[in-house]
Every structure is written in C-alpha cells, then in structure tokens.
C-alpha cells in the first residue's frame, strides 16, 4: 500500500443516514483528490483540494461534501445518498496539482441501502 | 467521452506469456500514465511517459507512446499470477487533471 490512508474500508448506510469518509496521506503532497469508481464506468474525478483550498469541483450533487482542513487530511460528508451512489470511493495525492503521478489510497467500498 | 480509453477490456493468457494493452486518446498530452488497480483495492502507479519521449522501460514493463497516432501500449513481459489486475491509462489532455480510462482486466492463468 501508499502511503495514503482511508477509513472506513467498507460502509453501509440507509439512504436517510449520515456518515463521513477519511483519507490521510503521509507524503507531504499538497493536492488531494477524491474519485468516485463504479462498475464498469471510468474513474470519475470528483473535488481537487490544492493547498487546502477546493480548485475542482465535477458538478458532484450536494449530497457529498468535501472537506480540507490541512493538505493531509480531506474528508467526504455523505448525506441523503441514492443506491446509484454505492460504489468504491478513492482518495489520491500528488505533490502537486495537475497530471502528475497520483498516489491513491485502498479505497472505501460504500453500499447505500 | 473520456480520453483514454484501453483495448482490449479483458486479456487471458498463460503464465510466462506477454501481454499488450493499448490505450487510445483524443486531444493533445502533457504525459501519460499507467496504473494497475488489484480487485477492489487502490490505483497504483506503474510509469509516466511524457509527449516528448517515445519509449520508457521499468522491470518487466515497457510503455510506448506514439502521439501522432495517440496511442499508448502497455507490454508485460514474462507474464506472473501476481500481474493479473486492471490496467489504467490516464492522460491529462492537456489540462490540470488525469482522465482515466475503463481499464484492461487481465488475467494471468497458471
């Protein structure tokens, strides 16, 4: 594994439910990213924190709030999910932001009941 | 439609044999990459090639780029048990983020 952390490995909530997802990285890298991954789908991007500060936001539904409180910790809030959000949800870091080699953590498998 | 995309989407083959997977993209690139994803865990890095470089060597993996053809493959040589994965490109097209593909399964028979 990278040297990125996340917690829970795996989660299932009802859909009236709230819950949060943690990502750490240990790499000193300044930009972490979110990922959404579902089956047969293309990973799809889903917050870019730089610095701390939010530089990309995929026109992801307000049910899902991103959070930065330093550049080695981000957050996803999860709120009043659908079961089409069930899938694995992916945290990765790169010492800079752009299309540079990312490092991504083991991933949270979230099941929305 | 995404940037890269792999063929083939699932490869077979016998231990000790290579492999090739290919990726094809639309729009201009800074670098591309590859990634291997085992089941259900996280993406990990395996080479970056940049726009200007054609060819790029790690261990038993060799990447090709050829970016007037915009296309990229991935060749596993002396295939193990341990390689059998998904394969990842990811381009950047020419913007600040990586476009993933939909990934080769390949799956390395004993």
């Known amino acids: 594994e990278t040297g990125v952390t996340q917690t829970p490995r795996h989660l299932v909530m009802g859909m009236t439910n709230k819950k949060s997802l943690k990502c750490e990285q240990h790499l000193g890298h300044n930009a972490m990213y979110w990922y959404k991954q579902s089956a047969k789908k293309p990973l799809e991007l889903m917050f870019v924190?730089?610095?701390?500060?939010?530089?990309e936001n995929n026109s992801v539904p307000s049910r899902f709030s991103p959070e930065c409180p330093n550049s080695s910790h981000l957050f996803l809030h999860l709120h009043t999910l659908q079961p089409e959000d069930s899938a694995l949800y992916l945290c990765?870091?790169?010492?800079?932001?752009?299309?540079?080699?990312?490092?991504f953590g083991p991933g949270t498998r979230l099941l929305v009941l | 439609s995404q940037q890269g995309e792999e063929d083939p989407q699932a490869l077979s083959i016998q231990e000790g044999e290579n492999a090739t997977m290919n990726c094809s993209y639309k729009t201009s690139i800074n670098n591309l990459q590859w990634y291997r994803q085992n089941s259900g865990r996280g993406l990990v890095h395996l080479i970056l090639i940049r726009s200007n470089e054609r060819e790029k060597h790690s261990g038993r993996l060799r990447v090709t780029l050829d970016t007037s053809k915009k296309s990229s493959s991935l060749l596993i040589t002396a295939s193990r048990a341990a390689d059998t994965a998904s394969y990842f490109c990811?381009?950047?097209?020419?913007?600040?983020?990586?476009?993933f593909g939909q990934g080769t399964r390949l799956t390395i028979n004993p």
């Open positions: 990811a381009t950047d097209g020419g913007a600040q983020k990586l476009v």
């Open positions: 990765a870091s790169s010492q800079g932001w752009g299309p540079e080699t990312q490092y």
């Open positions: 924190y730089n610095f701390k500060e939010q530089t």
